[in-house]
C-alpha cells in the first residue's frame, strides 16, 4: 500500500442534519492534504410498476425541478461546511446511493471516500445494512465512516489516532497509513494489539509488539505500543472509549461470501459500534 495521502477526496452527503458534521471532517482531511472535495449527492428515482407513463413523466419533471433546488442546497451547504480555502465540486447523479458512489469514486479515481453513518441498528440493520457499511464492503478506495449527529460537530482536528494491528504484513500496511495520518495532523498514534490468548504474558506480548514495529513509522509520529487480551472487537471499542480516539484506522480484506463481500467480523463491528470515525483501508494480498 503506498503512503496514505489523499489529494481526491469522494464525499457523499444526503442533505440531513447531519450533513454539516461530515463535511467537517472533509475539510479537516482537505486541509492536512491539501486535497480536493467532491461533494456528492445520490438520488433515486424508481416510479411504482402501477403508474401510468403520464403519471411517471410528471414527477419526473418534478424531481427535475427539485434538483435544481437540491443543487442550490449543496453548494450554500458546502461553502458554510468547507469554507474559502478548500477546493471543492459539486455532483449530483440520478442512481442508486451505493451503485452511485462506488462507480463515481472509480470513475474520479477518488483517493478517499468520506462518509457519514446514521447509526442504525436492530433487526433492519442486520438485515440490509446501511449505505455506508455497503460502500464500505465493496470499495477498493478508503474509506472513512463518521458517525454523524447534527449536535456533535467535527473536531477542529485529530489529537489521537488508535490502529489496531495484528502482528503479519498486512497490519504493517495498516501502520504505515496510520502514521502518515497521524503524522499530517501531529497526531499521536496509538498501535494496539489484541491478544486473545489469556495466558499469553502482556509483558512479553508488549516487547514483541515494540520490536514488530517498523522504524520509519517511529520516525514518522509520535507513538505509544498498547497490549490488551480479550475478544478483538470489543477491546478495539474499549481503547477507543478510554483513549478518546479521534479516528480509529482498521486494515481490512475483502472476502467473497456468495455472491456477497464482506470484510470480516472484527471490522463490521468495529464500524457499527465505534463512537469514533473509522478508516478503513481496503488490501489485498494474504497475512
Not at 428515482?45 to 419526473?60: C, G, I, K, V
Not at 433492519?124 to 474509506?143: D, I, Q, Y
Not at 478483538?232 to 480484506?253: K, N, T, Y
Request: charged residues 20%.
Amino acid at each position: 500500500m503506498p503512503g496514505f495521502a489523499p489529494k481526491h477526496i469522494l464525499c457523499p452527503i444526503d442533505l440531513s442534519p447531519a450533513s454539516s458534521t461530515v463535511l467537517g471532517y472533509a475539510r479537516m482531511f482537505a486541509e492536512a492534504f491539501h486535497a480536493k472535495v467532491e461533494v456528492l449527492h445520490a438520488y433515486w428515482l424508481e416510479w411504482p410498476p402501477y403508474f401510468m407513463p403520464s403519471q411517471a413523466e410528471e414527477l419526473a419533471a418534478q424531481a427535475r425541478k427539485h434538483r435544481t433546488t437540491i443543487g442550490e442546497d449543496l453548494s450554500k451547504l458546502a461553502r458554510e461546511a468547507l469554507g474559502p480555502d478548500v477546493p471543492h465540486e459539486i455532483a449530483i447523479v440520478e442512481g442508486h446511493p451505493v451503485e452511485t458512489i462506488l462507480r463515481r469514486a472509480a470513475e474520479r479515481q477518488a483517493d478517499l471516500i468520506l462518509m457519514g453513518s446514521h447509526g442504525r441498528s436492530g433487526i433492519a440493520r442486520l438485515r440490509l445494512g446501511s449505505v455506508a457499511e455497503n460502500v464500505t464492503r465493496e470499495a477498493a478506495t478508503p474509506t472513512l465512516i463518521v458517525r454523524a449527529s447534527p449536535t456533535q460537530p467535527a473536531p477542529l482536528a485529530i489529537a489521537r489516532v488508535l490502529c489496531p494491528v495484528n502482528l503479519n504484513e498486512l497490519g504493517r500496511r495498516s501502520l504505515e497509513s496510520a502514521s502518515d495520518v497521524a503524522a499530517a495532523f501531529g497526531a499521536t498514534l496509538f498501535v494496539l494489539h489484541v491478544v486473545e490468548q489469556a495466558s499469553l504474558d502482556p509483558e512479553s506480548a508488549r516487547e514483541h509488539l515494540c520490536q514488530w514495529v517498523p522504524e520509519q513509522v517511529r520516525r514518522n509520529c509520535s507513538l505509544i505500543e498498547v497490549v490488551r487480551h480479550g475478544n478483538a472487537a470489543e477491546q478495539i471499542l474499549v481503547a477507543g472509549r478510554e483513549r478518546a480516539a479521534d479516528l480509529i484506522v482498521l486494515g481490512a480484506q475483502h472476502r467473497p461470501f456468495l455472491e456477497f463481500t464482506t470484510l470480516g467480523t472484527t471490522t463490521e463491528r468495529v464500524i457499527r459500534h465505534a463512537s469514533s470515525p473509522v478508516l478503513v483501508l481496503p488490501q489485498s494480498g494474504s497475512a
